[in-house]
């Protein structure tokens, strides 16, 4: 039990998403409830909760009012979920019940039943004296209730018997419209809703006394391995301080352009339409900075693995050796795989596991394809914040639609979010179409004003001298003018 004065003792749900939602786990010695429709993974959670309790030597116990014990030992075994050590009290009603057809004819149903399995659940409890309790489900509780009134009692008098004995309670819920479960809740010291709809699986915690949590919608799957939680990110309140120092693109032009390059910890998006060099630009970035000893990581949504690799060797960026040595990770991204938090997730693990210090995202097309209807700009503007926090440098590929005409930044209206914003256009002269690139926007300081040929050589990037002579580069059909207009 928890006492006043005390330090509060976290108890692990088994599932480390999860208990980083909840800032540690569950507090020791309180009864949660966990709501969700068929389905939703009410059962896996529980699992996990007890299979972590019993690894640790504590002393589990499952109450199952619906299922078969035999059912859910099989239903763990494929989840790979242990549950050895567990105890079982299996009160779900036997195929004897209904061949034997009984019958009640002076009192009613819920009067014969329920004193049985209270006498059962107590010699359990009082024998085992478990540190875990899972109850499954608390729905079934009503139907041995006369009314609410007593139902309502009979609830909170069994989740206080409980905790009296020094147990941490998970109880589960289908409250729907017919039957509502708002009186649990009420009675609950937290609540964990469980959804599976139009955007995936998801995890929320609207209550938890006495502790703070993460708020809003978290992603989550189910697979063969079980129940695992990917919470949103959250950028750091404090942000490593550091002198901005220019990473340099290796392309004394280029550099020009920007006043010395990208800042570290910055980011920065690089824009265009299809082909016309984005991804080159970016890994001609991360070729530098590998040479400073700088780890980074690009994650791909639309172009395989060996392509990208393949692709930077015939023009003189070394990525495959750079993978060799490990200053490079390239990882191809299948966004209707992943949901936003899970990818999110996956960034934040690998940049504070191996120190990368540049990520790049090639591209936020792929990435809007992730979002399953979400708002993109406000899962980018979180990854980004956090990256930054931590020191990291980001580069983001955008991808435009129109190849001439009327110039856009950014189709997602993402341009607000980056530090810097680089473009690269289409322009037809003489019959041939060119490239030009250019600097729209570097909060950290200034940068060159006009727009430079570009090229894309077996050689590398090569970049020109200013286009002073051309107007309406932007349009996508300049024209010449005389150097005296």
């Not at 330090?7 to 692990?12: E, M, Q």
């Not at 399995?117 to 209730?145: G, N």
């Not at 009314?147 to 008098?157: E, G, I, N, Y």
């Amino acid at each position: 039990m928890e006492h006043s004065g005390t330090a509060i003792t976290r108890v692990s749900t088994g599932i480390n998403g999860l208990d980083e939602i909840l800032h540690g786990g569950l507090k020791s010695g309180r009864a949660y409830l966990v709501r969700g429709g068929p389905g939703c993974g009410k059962t896996t959670l529980g699992l996990h909760f007890l299979s972590t309790g019993a690894a640790r030597g504590e002393q589990t116990l499952y109450i199952s009012l619906g299922e078969p014990e035999a059912q859910i030992r099989d239903d763990a075994q494929g989840l790979q979920i242990p549950l050895d050590n567990i105890t079982f009290l299996d009160l779900s009603p036997s195929p004897e019940f209904f061949s034997e057809g009984s019958s009640y004819d002076i009192f009613s149903p819920a009067e014969v039943e329920r004193e049985p399995m209270m006498q059962s659940i107590r010699e359990s409890i009082e024998t085992l004296r478990p540190a875990r309790v899972f109850v499954d489900s608390m729905t079934q509780f009503r139907y041995l209730s006369t009314d609410s009134f007593h139902f309502r009692k009979q609830a909170l008098s069994f989740m206080r018997y409980l905790v009296e004995q020094d147990a941490t309670v998970l109880v589960t819920s289908e409250g729907t419209q017919e039957i509502p479960d708002d009186d649990l809740q009420f009675m609950a010291d937290g609540i964990i809703h469980l959804d599976f709809g139009a955007e995936g699986r998801t995890i929320t915690i609207s209550k938890f006394r006495g502790s703070s949590f993460r708020s809003g919608a978290h992603s989550m799957s189910l697979s063969e391995h079980g129940m695992a939680v990917f919470p949103r990110l959250v950028p750091s309140k404090q942000r490593i301080e550091q002198v901005l120092e220019p990473l340099s693109s290796g392309v004394p032009e280029l550099d020009e352009m920007l006043h010395g390059g990208i800042d570290r910890g910055t980011s920065t998006i690089i824009s265009g339409p299809t082909g016309v060099g984005k991804t080159t630009f970016g890994m001609q970035f991360i070729k530098e900075a590998a040479g400073r000893g700088d780890s980074s990581v690009v994650y791909t949504f639309e172009e395989g693995v060996n392509s990208l690799l393949r692709r930077c060797n015939t023009i003189s960026i070394p990525a495959r050796a750079m993978v060799e040595r490990g200053t490079l990770l390239v990882e191809h991204v299948e966004p209707l795989r992943y949901s936003p938090d899970e990818f999110a997730t996956m960034v934040r693990e690998e940049v504070l596991s191996n120190s990368r210090r540049i990520v790049m995202i090639d591209s936020l097309s792929g990435y809007r394809l992730s979002m399953q209807g979400r708002d993109l700009i406000s899962h980018v503007h979180a990854l980004t914040v956090y990256l930054k926090s931590l020191g990291v440098t980001v580069i983001l590929i955008n991808e435009v639609e129109a190849i001439t005409g009327e110039f856009r930044a950014t189709d997602d209206k993402v341009s607000y979010l980056a530090d810097s914003v680089i473009f690269m256009r289409y322009l037809e002269l003489g019959g041939e179409l060119r490239k030009a690139i250019g600097v729209l926007k570097k909060r950290s300081g200034d940068f060159e004003k006009t727009l430079r040929k570009l090229e894309i050589t077996r050689y590398g990037l090569k970049v020109g001298r200013p286009l002073s002579e051309l107007r309406g580069i932007l349009s996508g059909s300049p024209e010449f003018v005389a150097p005296n207009e």
